[in-house]
């Protein structure tokens, strides 16, 4: 069987342009292995560095983990983006989704009620060229989200979309292929 190959060098800390250094040994010490996205997206140290702060400071922000793993799943089912949905059942799983929710947010919606009107807004916002249906927008704000923890949504929308079209346009293979080609070549 041959091995899937991206599109884009899948660089590591040794084959990196200098710039995007900094941002891969910071994920290193983080999570001690790169993700093929992350490798591919070295290629350009702009690119690495705006996705990496654009990441980071949505993690700050006020939509719970939860929210955002649900969020991101929902994009990913939408884009159908094969390599972000294998990554997102077990980070998904790491921050406290059962099985029946990771599923229910692959069609934007949740046991939830309140994350359920936040996840059909976020279909409406991906679903036309217009802005979403106004009132999936006052559900939203009738479940107790707040206009920051909307406008966050859709920061996240735009986040993982970004990855989503990365990763699609290098045809980057699931984590963990690329790497056991690279620990057989250079063996």
């Given at each position: 069987m041959k091995t899937k190959e991206?599109?884009?060098?899948?660089?590591?800390?040794m084959t990196a342009p200098d710039g995007s250094l900094p941002v891969l040994k910071g994920a290193l010490a983080a999570g001690?292995?790169?993700?093929?996205?992350?490798?591919?997206?070295?290629g350009s140290p702009a690119a690495l560095r705006a996705y990496a702060r654009f990441r980071s400071e949505l993690r700050q922000g006020t939509l719970p983990a939860r929210t955002q793993q649900r969020i991101a799943i929902?994009?990913?089912?939408d884009q159908q983006s094969e390599y972000a949905l294998a990554a997102l059942q077990r980070?998904?799983?790491?921050?406290g989704l059962g099985v029946d929710e990771i599923a229910?947010?692959?069609?934007?919606d949740s046991g939830d009620e309140r994350e359920a009107a936040l996840l059909r807004y976020v279909r409406g916002l991906l679903a036309g060229d217009g802005p979403p249906p106004r009132h999936l927008h006052e559900?939203?704000?009738e479940a107790g989200?707040?206009?920051?923890?909307?406008?966050?949504?859709v920061s996240h929308v735009a986040l993982h979309s970004f990855a989503n079209l990365v990763t699609r346009a290098g045809d980057v293979p699931a984590d963990g292929s690329v790497e056991e080609g690279r620990a057989v070549r250079a063996a």
């Open positions: 991206s599109r884009f060098k899948v660089h590591d800390e001690g292995q790169l993700s093929n996205f992350v490798g591919v997206l070295a929902a994009v990913a089912a980070s998904a799983r790491n921050a229910l947010a692959r069609e934007f559900e939203a704000r989200w707040e206009d920051e923890q909307i406008l966050e949504a």
